[in-house]
């Protein structure tokens, strides 16, 4: 059995305060000068330690504060209350929220599991792969319950093709040449993000994340320069149609490399097995309308490696822009296990995955891994204000930031989502993750509740809606 596998976290404290989900507001006007304050009963002394940061202008009483709502229940006049931070409201987007923004930034601070001691009160569910509900059923194993558990369990995947049989001569040798594979214990690679001020000092980061997590960086061929040559064997360089050389020194270093798709790319991909044998070759196609038949018929022409790639809205791309990655997925893995090709070809998805539930819901709908990049750039504390594409200053200065303390927040934020994969598994009963690709009879998906179970209970004999009787 392979040494377990292990990330070694240590808190880096951010450089500026995170914004806190409420404001604490309060007044004078109507105080009764009563003998006992409640500002001065506070449990963490928010009152005495706040101060006033000239950076960001704002209250420090926000980031001191612990939500205990002590002070304002004990007010006699309710001059102190709370309100929604407008600036925490301001923060991302529709699909990248405020929550999502503050929980990776709180990961990559302490590499721990974010936990909520008042409770989830958020909707039931939502679009996405938030619309599916995985099986906890055996989270009361506690042999088997994630971080804490006695049994090893397994996040390693193996990327490249395999052979569907195993062929051999009249003296025992294989007919057939092994191809290569990689061997990645965590079911997640990096990209650069599409953003960010430093586009140099972010591709540092990158690759020395990578090497410290034992995974592949993809960065684009032409951004790979000096400053990344010790970091060689984590990258995988990206190649934009037409612009691979055969000659290229770079190619015979490398583990791994990336093409995106076009009608040339199986000539490209076939050129390189023969001339570099012992390098893997992925494939990125993007999630239009075609990506299912495209996928298909790569995996039947000997592609090892796919990469699926979405919209950073966790949608496809063109036309399928509304649809959702997660039944693009699901698509692509059906069609592949119908073709009797689905345990030939690695499966990679990304655009979108913002959070560790994601990585292990796009693997239960049917891909082997995932590839990060938008949190890779969060973890660093980014608002995602999109200034920097605009060509205004960073308002955090990410372009001061030194490379090895941003590498550590980014290995930081994976020991979280590693760690909270491995909750998951062991609440699952399962002992390594490559189990859990395809296993929808492990999940529930609103779709098909909603089809299944609910339509019948408010359909009548005819398609009617069913009239309760007046009790």
């Known amino acids: 059995m392979p040494a377990k596998y292990h990330i070694h976290v240590r808190r880096v404290p ?44 704002i ?19 309710e001059l102190v209350f709370k309100a929604m931070n407008p600036q925490y409201q301001q923060l991302g987007d529709e699909y990248w929220t ?39 059923s055996e989270i009361v194993r506690p042999t088997r319950d994630g971080i804490h558990g006695r049994e090893y369990i397994s996040t390693a995947i193996d990327l490249g093709r395999k052979p569907m049989f195993l062929a051999f001569d009249d003296k025992g040798k294989m007919m057939l040449s092994p191809m290569p594979q990689v061997e990645v214990p965590l079911p997640v690679l990096l990209t650069e993000p599409s953003l960010g001020p430093d586009r140099a000092r972010l591709r540092q980061m990158l690759a020395q994340a990578a090497r410290h997590l034992d995974t592949l960086a993809i960065i ?33 270093r490398l583990r791994g490399a990336e093409l995106q798709d076009h009608p040339g790319v199986l000539a490209e991909m076939e050129i390189l097995r023969q001339r570099y044998p012992d390098l893997l070759v992925f494939i990125q196609v993007p999630a ?4 299912v038949n495209r996928v298909a018929e790569l995996t039947a022409a000997g592609a090892g490696v796919i990469h699926l790639a979405g919209s950073e809205q966790c949608r496809g791309q063109g036309s399928c822009q509304d649809m959702y990655l997660k039944e693009l997925i699901r698509r692509c893995h059906l069609r592949l296990v119908e073709d009797r090709l689905r345990d030939t070809v690695t499966l990679l998805v990304s655009g979108g995955i913002a959070l ?13 891994g995932v590839i990060t990049d938008i949190p890779l750039l969060l973890s660093l504390e980014c608002r995602l204000c ?13 372009d001061q930031l ?40 492990r999940a529930m998906f609103l779709e098909d509740l909603e089809k299944e179970i609910f339509a019948p209970l408010f359909a009548g004999r005819e398609g009617e809606m069913l009239k309760r009787e007046p009790t």
Request: aromatic share 8%; with cysteine.
């Open 98 to 136: 405020p929550d999502i923004i503050t929980i990776t930034w709180y990961q990559a601070d302490s590499g721990k599991i974010p936990v909520s001691g008042a409770g989830y009160g958020g909707p039931f569910c939502g679009p996405g792969f938030d619309s599916i509900w995985t099986d906890m």
């Open 59 to 77: 209250d420090t009483i926000e980031e001191i504060c612990r939500d205990c709502f002590r002070c304002v229940q004990g007010c006699p006049r």
């Open 220 to 252: 684009p061929r032409e951004d790979v320069n000096q400053d990344l040559e010790t970091y060689i064997s984590h990258l995988a360089p990206l190649f934009a149609p037409g612009a691979l050389d055969l000659n290229d020194p770079l190619l015979p």
């Open 356 to 368: 560790a539930e994601h990585v292990a819901k796009a693997i239960l709908c049917g891909a082997d």
């Open 288 to 291: 239009d309308d075609q990506v």
């Open 402 to 441: 030194p490379v090895p303390r941003g590498a550590q927040r980014m290995v930081n934020l994976m020991g979280a989502w590693n760690n909270q994969l491995l909750e998951i598994l062991g609440a699952m009963g399962m002992r390594e993750v490559r189990r859990l690709r395809g296993e929808v009879g």
């Open 14 to 57: 951010p450089r500026y305060p995170a914004m806190a989900r409420t404001s604490v507001l309060d007044w004078g006007e109507g105080c009764l000068r009563c003998t006992k304050c409640v500002k001065q009963v506070c449990p963490v002394e928010a009152y005495k330690k706040r101060d006033f940061d000239t950076r960001q202008f």
């Open 386 to 398: 999109r200034q920097c594409v605009e060509g205004n200053h960073c308002p955090v200065d990410l």
